[in-house]
């Protein structure tokens, strides 16, 4: 079978929650659209996630993870703050390791 090919995400700020107009992941190099996120106002201080299950950005999907697992994404959001109308966040990979062992003192 083919493996599942989806993404996900959440951007936690409190300051952004129902302020964010716009979302979209771009390349870092050129500012190339990869995907638009669809604006899903969070709750508590989550400001916005989804999903997308399977994967339609504007790339194949192995380019996009390719990209991503190289750190050269940019998380574009266009805001209704006046301080902060558009912002670029370099995205950064995160490695889960489930909790294999105790640590006792």
Do not use: N
């Given at each position: ?50 999903s ?5 950005g ?41 909790w ?6």
């Open positions: 079978a083919a493996p599942r090919r989806t993404l996900s995400w959440f951007l936690e700020s409190e300051s952004f929650r129902a302020r964010v107009e716009s979302a979209a992941l771009v390349t870092r190099s050129t500012g190339e659209l990869l995907m638009r996120l669809p604006i899903s106002p969070g709750f508590g201080d989550i400001a916005l996630h989804g997308a299950e399977p994967y339609a504007e790339v194949p999907f192995d380019r996009f993870f390719d990209l991503a697992r190289s750190e050269r994404i940019s998380l574009v959001l266009e805001t209704t703050l006046p301080d902060v109308l558009r912002l670029d966040l370099p995205f950064t990979l995160y490695r889960y390791k489930p294999s062992q105790p640590f006792c003192s």
